[in-house]
Structures are given as structure tokens and as C-alpha cells.
């Protein structure tokens, strides 16, 4: 006897706005304690990047240990405050302002400059470099300072759909999978149990509840960490790494980054502690590139975070207020001399969905904690001394939450239209294949594809086309405005998009997205 056919309800979905399930949204808050708690996890998460970038980045400049713990507590002290100036004043939405990977290209060249490189003391050159990333961090920071105040941005994203932005925020996520396993694989016995812990506490022991509060779900990453640190430490201490390469050593051993001994107890960071910055119009526009990608993949980050935080899209000028606070944010990169700049730290974002508490509080307190362990230096470098494989396995499922959210917006579109599957298709794939190129290129030639005797045009051409969100932005919105654009409005989920662009498009937008300290007033939606 034939089944009964399925109704019609029972295999569909309906559209939501706003993502359910969230114990906390946006302006909900978890008590003092457990938010405490939380935002601690979320410093410790941040940790990661802080620590990569300097620890790749200083050493090829010619500094020293003393100079890579120096660096990393000014990039997590400037983290802190940007991350409290965008969750008070720019999107106000729960995102940790971090470093960003995407500066690496204009930076690696401004470090293989000939008049740096010549300078035979390896401090004078440590000193020199950092001062011309800085020069070039000051001068690039008005792209997204201009086009976030001037609202250029605004008008910019009325041309973002939201089938446009699904391989955006898609790849925001998706594009970090070489942090993800393959620095797992340089320390396995660390790396795989980390990631058995933390899918084992945050998705399959969830429902364990201690005083009405699901632990095991809301600090999975903590006690992961906690459990898998103190193996690792274990494994260094017994000496299952005295005849390893050095290579495996540097990964998988907790005392080889040298940061704790060479930390100072207290040091403050200040404006211009390396000295004055120096300017290179060059070195400028290059970085320029750096800083277009950085506002495009932080917009991608900014609409995940809002769906992970159970908030409405935000507004236009919401988000161009924000892309200008990004930009105050890497023209103080530029003036402490983080060595980097500044970007929405994706792992973050996903650890909102991880623990279904996307409160703006929890947000706030992980900033305080970063400006106060960054100014201990000797207790931030504990932290900090945590091995990469263990952040590493955190990424594969955070990084992978954060690319689902941009695939839950194919909910507002129509997928059965040929247009739309063609676009999502071709700039997903683009979106990944074109970075990929640039990378495996970089590798065997030693060289990128870029490479001609303008170098302020090689790094812009090398930094845009290394983006997976970027590419994937100009292949999307491209197609998405040219293609059949007029007739298939409904197709690509404009109408549901609509009421979100402007403030007062929808009264929930009032309730996300107004300023504190009743500054609306002072500064009225555009």
C-alpha cells in the first residue's frame, strides 16, 4: 500500500527573519557571572589570531622574542577597544573586532622592500619595517573612514541582494579552510582530540545541565581547551617531542613560543612606542587593497553575526557607521603599530551560534579582558602560549557554523530559478578556485601572479584576487545586477530584503541598532 503523499507543510520551511533557538539575542543578557565567564571563552578564542600573525610576521622583520610579545599585547589591547567602539557606536552588533590575515600580502612586501632589507642590524630593521606598516596603516585607513561617514558604503549596499550575499558570507567562512585542518595536521595528537572534545561537549552532551545552565554547550571551548592544553603540557613535559623535527616541536611542545619568559610583568601599551611613522605612497596604495578587503569580508561577517546574535539585517547607514568605526580601528592599528589591521574576527561569530548566547555584553566584557590581560603581560602570555592545533580544531567547526549561516539565506531566495542557481554556483566556485590559484602559484613560482616593477600594483591585484569573499562579492553582485535583474526581484529575495534597509523599515531595527547614551539625536538615521 502506497505511503500517503507528505502535505506541503511537511517539507518546507517557512522564512525567518530572525534565527530561533538562541538562549540569548542581542540585547538579552546571561547573568554577571555566566557573561563573565563567557566573555573570557571569547578572549581566549581571539587569542589565536593574535598570536599567529605576529608570531609569522616579526621574526622575518629580524625582531626578537622580546618583540613578538611586545607586539601581540598591543594588537590584543587595540582589539579591545575597537571591539567597545563597534559595539557601542559602529554596527552594535556582538563582533570582535581581531587582526586580519588579509593585510599579509602588502606587508610581506613592504618587509622584502630593498631599502629595508639592506639594513644589516636586525633591531634597526625590526624598527624601520614597523614603522613604514605603520605609515601605510595610517594613510589606508580613510578608505573605509570615507566611505563608512560619507555613507558611500550605504548606497553601495543597495546593490546587495540576498542571493548576492550567500557566497559572501558563504566564503567568509568557507575561505578560512587553510587554517583549519591542514594546521590540525601539523600536530595531530593534540589536534584531532581537540576537535572530537569540542563537537562531543557542544553538540552531542548539550542537553547536560548544571543549576538549569547546559554547561557543556555554553563552554565547550573553554573546558576543551583546558582539557587538551594540559595533555599537550603532559606530552611536552614526558618528552615525547626531545627528538622531534623542529618543525613539530614549534606546533605540538607548550613552551617553544618563548613568550612567557620573555614577557614583562606589566607594560601599557602607548601611541607611537615604536617611534615616528614613516610615509610611502607606494606602500600606501598597497595597503589600500588590504583595507577594501577587509571591509568587504567584515560586511559578509557583520550579516552572519546579526542572524547568530537572533537580530534583524542591519540597516544601511547602520553598517556603513560601522565599516567607518573599522576604520578609526586600523588608523589606531597604525598609531600603537600592531603589525596588522583590523577586521571582524570570524571564529568569534561562530562561537556565538556555538553557544546560543549572542548578547552584546558578553562581547564587551571579552574586550575588557583583552585591554587587561594585554597590559599583564606575563599572564597574557600564558595564554597565549596555548599551541596553534588547538585553535586550529576550534576553526573547523566555527569557521564551518559561519558558512552555514550564509547558505541559510538561499531561504529567502528562489533556488528553483536557473539564474540563481547559476550565480550561486559560479561565484562559489570562483570564490574559492581564484584564491586558490593565487596561492599555489605564490608557492611554486615564489612569486604571485602579480609581478610586475609597479609593486604598489602587485599587492593590490595579489590581496584582492588572495580573498575568497571578495572574489566571490564581484563575481555575485556582478551577475546578480546584470543578469535578468529587473524581472527577477522576487527571485533574489529583494522584497523580504527591503524592509530591513532603512531604519525605520522595520521597528525591530530600533530596538538593535540605536545608539547609547541617546546619541540618535545627535546623529540621526540617514
Known amino acids: 500500500m502506497a505511503a500517503p503523499p507528505a502535505k506541503a507543510e511537511e517539507i518546507s520551511h517557512p522564512p525567518m527573519d530572525q534565527l530561533q533557538g538562541l538562549e540569548y539575542c542581542i540585547d538579552s543578557n546571561p547573568s554577571w557571572g555566566e557573561a563573565i565567564a563567557l566573555g573570557f571563552q571569547h578572549y581566549i578564542l581571539a587569542l589565536g589570531t593574535a598570536v599567529m600573525i605576529p608570531s609569522f610576521l616579526v621574526p622575518l622583520m629580524g625582531g626578537t622574542d622580546g618583540d613578538k610579545v611586545r607586539v601581540i599585547q598591543t594588537l590584543l589591547f587595540i582589539e579591545g577597544i575597537n571591539t567597545l567602539l563597534q559595539t557601542l557606536f559602529g554596527t552594535r552588533l556582538p563582533t570582535v573586532i581581531g587582526g586580519s590575515y588579509a593585510f599579509m600580502v602588502p606587508i610581506i612586501s613592504i618587509i622584502h622592500d630593498s631599502s629595508l632589507e639592506t639594513i644589516i642590524d636586525p633591531h634597526t630593521r625590526f624598527l624601520n619595517t614597523m614603522r613604514a606598516v605603520q605609515g601605510a596603516l595610517i594613510v589606508s585607513s580613510s578608505i573605509q573612514i570615507i566611505l563608512g561617514y560619507s555613507q558611500i558604503w550605504a548606497i553601495c549596499s543597495r546593490f546587495f541582494s540576498p542571493l548576492g550575499m550567500v557566497p559572501v558570507i558563504a566564503l567568509v567562512g568557507f575561505g578560512m579552510f587553510d587554517r583549519g585542518f591542514p594546521l590540525v595536521g601539523r600536530c595531530v595528537e593534540i589536534g584531532i582530540p581537540m576537535l572530537i572534545l569540542f563537537v562531543a561537549f557542544s553538540q552531542y552532551l548539550k542537553n547536560f545541565h548544571l543549576k538549569q545552565i547546559p554547561v557543556l554547550e555554553r563552554f565547550a571551548l573553554i573546558i576543551s581547551i583546558t582539557v587538551i592544553w594540559a595533555y599537550a603540557h603532559l606530552l611536552t613535559a614526558s618528552g615525547a617531542y626531545r627528538h622531534r623535527p623542529e618543525a613539530t616541536e614549534f606546533s605540538c611542545r607548550t613552551d617553544?613560543?618563548?613568550?612567557?619568559?620573555?614577557?614583562?610583568?606589566?607594560?601599557?601599551?602607548?601611541?607611537?612606542?615604536?617611534?615616528?611613522?614613516?610615509?610611502?605612497?607606494?606602500?600606501?596604495?598597497?595597503?589600500?587593497?588590504?583595507?577594501?578587503?577587509?571591509?568587504?569580508?567584515?560586511?559578509?561577517?557583520?550579516?552572519?553575526?546579526?542572524?547568530?546574535?537572533?537580530?534583524?539585517?542591519?540597516?544601511?547607514?547602520?553598517?556603513?557607521?560601522?565599516?567607518?568605526?573599522?576604520?578609526?580601528?586600523?588608523?589606531?592599528?597604525?598609531?600603537?603599530?600592531?603589525?596588522?589591521?583590523?577586521?571582524?574576527?570570524?571564529?568569534?561569530?561562530?562561537?556565538?551560534?556555538?553557544?546560543?548566547?549572542?548578547?552584546?555584553?558578553?562581547?564587551?566584557?571579552?574586550?575588557?579582558?583583552?585591554?587587561?590581560?594585554?597590559?599583564?603581560?606575563?599572564?597574557?602570555?600564558?595564554?597565549?602560549?596555548?599551541?596553534?592545533?588547538?585553535?586550529?580544531?576550534?576553526?573547523?567547526?566555527?569557521?564551518?557554523?559561519?558558512?552555514?549561516?550564509?547558505?541559510?539565506?538561499?531561504?529567502?531566495?528562489?533556488?528553483?530559478?536557473?539564474?540563481?542557481?547559476?550565480?550561486?554556483?559560479?561565484?562559489?566556485?570562483?570564490?574559492?578556485?581564484?584564491?586558490?590559484?593565487?596561492?599555489?602559484?605564490?608557492?611554486?613560482?615564489?612569486?604571485?601572479?602579480?609581478?610586475?616593477?609597479?609593486?604598489?600594483?602587485?599587492?593590490?591585484?595579489?590581496?584582492?584576487?588572495?580573498?575568497?569573499?571578495?572574489?566571490?562579492?564581484?563575481?555575485?553582485?556582478?551577475?546578480?545586477?546584470?543578469?535578468?535583474?529587473k524581472e527577477s526581484a522576487r527571485d533574489r529575495g529583494m522584497p523580504w530584503w527591503a524592509k530591513f534597509r532603512a531604519f525605520k523599515g522595520d521597528s525591530r531595527n530600533e530596538e538593535f541598532y540605536t545608539l547609547p547614551f541617546n546619541l540618535n539625536r545627535f546623529f540621526p538615521p540617514s
Open 256 to 485: 617553544r613560543a618563548n613568550l612567557i619568559s620573555s614577557a614583562p610583568w606589566i607594560k601599557i601599551p602607548y601611541p607611537l612606542q615604536w617611534g615616528a611613522p614613516t610615509f610611502s605612497a607606494g606602500h600606501s596604495f598597497g595597503m589600500m587593497a588590504a583595507v577594501l578587503v577587509s571591509l568587504i569580508e567584515s560586511t559578509g561577517a557583520y550579516k552572519a553575526a546579526s542572524r547568530l546574535a537572533s537580530a534583524t539585517p542591519p540597516p544601511a547607514h547602520v553598517l556603513s557607521r560601522g565599516i567607518g568605526w573599522q576604520g578609526i580601528g586600523i588608523l589606531l592599528n597604525g598609531l600603537f603599530g600592531t603589525l596588522t589591521g583590523s577586521t571582524v574576527s570570524v571564529e568569534n561569530v561562530g562561537l556565538l551560534g556555538s553557544t546560543r548566547v549572542g548578547s552584546r555584553r558578553v562581547i564587551q566584557i571579552s574586550a575588557g579582558f583583552m585591554m587587561f590581560f594585554s597590559m599583564l603581560g606575563k599572564f597574557g602570555a600564558l595564554f597565549a602560549s596555548i599551541p596553534f592545533p588547538i585553535f586550529a580544531a576550534a576553526y573547523c567547526v566555527l569557521f564551518g557554523f559561519v558558512a552555514s549561516v550564509g547558505l541559510s539565506f538561499l531561504q529567502f531566495t528562489n533556488m528553483n530559478s536557473m539564474r540563481n542557481l547559476f550565480i550561486v554556483g559560479v561565484s562559489l566556485f570562483l570564490g574559492l578556485s581564484v584564491p586558490e590559484y593565487f596561492r599555489e602559484y605564490s608557492i611554486m613560482a615564489h612569486h604571485a601572479p602579480a609581478h610586475t616593477k609597479a609593486g604598489w600594483f602587485n599587492d593590490y591585484l595579489n590581496t584582492i584576487f588572495s580573498s575568497s569573499p571578495t572574489v566571490a562579492l564581484l563575481v555575485a553582485v556582478f551577475l546578480d545586477n546584470t543578469l535578468e535583474y
